[in-house]
């Protein structure tokens, strides 16, 4: 088991495009995404302990047997056959439910921070499965890079971005990604005729940067359209809602005139709001972990 105090950085992530092409049989919906993680994360800590427990920096999450880090840990012990008495330490950053991946995230770090204290016995593919089982977006933080999702989320394939700079809102109303999966109306989406994209210009954002989600939460959320809207005017190329909300995007090309913009829209937004870069291919956690600021 983990001998030894370990350390793993959970990365955020956003969608930048989302397709939704159908409904499956088991409920599940068949799509295509573009995500780019972020230097946005969590900390996640483990050390030896003589059982298993689960500390965390906010009373928003959970923390017993519903909590995505307590089941990827039941994940783990059952293909394996191992005990787990681990001590875990979750320092959150990510806003939770706010459709930026930190729960995914915690339990990607999880699963890897158990195989590597034990010297690995699950290899990549194993792993996958492992995550797959845990959620859709689980799989893609084993090795946070800009990739397409297709299917249910968990077919990847790498695509290179640019290491964007992004002005994140979150404005704390609750959203549930059932209910939005539930009240989203395929046949209107369909009607739009609207092409399903193959190749994505990281040079030009803003001809492709969309998510069908929107249709459902900006039509019960009027204030998350005004406030795509404040980002546009702030300067951004494109801009978004990650995921099923409530958090909103704001995609630039360099750090300052993120910042710039960020300063602007505090003074009209008092929610959640943070500065933070996509990560491109090949990042390792030190290139990286203090590009991220919470204004």
């Known amino acids: 088991m983990v001998t030894a105090r370990k350390r793993r950085l959970c990365p955020a992530k ?35 302990a003589s ?11 959970p923390l017993g047997q519903s909590n995505l880090i307590w089941r990827a840990v039941e994940k783990f012990a059952a293909a394996t056959g191992l005990s787990v008495s681990v001590k875990f330490h979750l320092k959150k950053r ?8 930190g729960g995914s995230s915690n339990a990607a770090a999880t699963l890897q921070l ?7 016995p699950l290899d990549a593919a194993r792993l996958k499965t492992l995550a797959a089982e845990l959620g ?6 084993l090795s946070p ?3 397409v999702a297709r299917g249910i989320g968990t077919d990847l394939s790498p695509l290179d971005l640019p290491p964007y700079w992004y002005v994140l809102l979150n404005p704390g109303i609750p959203v549930s990604t059932k209910w939005v999966y539930d009240n989203l109306d395929l046949e209107a989406l369909a009607s739009q005729n609207v092409p399903l994209l193959e190749s994505w210009d990281g040079a030009r954002p803003g001809d492709w940067v ?15 359209g005004e406030l795509r809207r404040l980002l546009l005017e702030a300067g951004a190329l494109a801009a978004g809602m990650s995921g ?13 005139t993120a910042l710039k913009a960020a300063r602007k829209i505090r003074r009209h937004f008092p929610g959640w709001l943070a500065i933070a870069r996509g990560l491109t291919q090949g990042e390792g956690e030190g290139d990286w972990e203090n590009e991220a600021w919470i204004i």
Do not use: W
């Not at 990510?94 to 991946?101: D, F, N, R």
């Not at 859709?136 to 933080?141: C, G, K, T």
């Not at 969309?210 to 998350?224: H, I, M, Q």
């Open 210 to 224: 969309a998510n069908d989600l929107e249709s459902v939460t900006y039509s019960r959320f009027p204030v998350l």
């Open 94 to 101: 990510i806003p939770v439910a706010a459709g930026l991946g």
């Open 145 to 147: 890079a800009p990739a």
């Open 244 to 256: 099923s909300g409530p958090t909103l995007f704001g995609l630039f090309f360099r750090q300052d």
């Open 114 to 120: 158990l195989n590597q204290g034990t010297g690995n």
């Open 136 to 141: 859709a977006d689980v799989p893609f933080f």
């Open 51 to 61: 059982h298993l427990t689960l500390e965390c920096t906010t009373s928003e999450i």
């Open 14 to 48: 956003v969608n930048l495009y989302l397709k939704v092409l159908r409904r499956r049989e088991d409920g599940y919906h068949e799509l295509v995404s573009v995500m780019q993680p972020l230097t946005l994360a969590d900390i996640l800590l483990a050390e030896p």
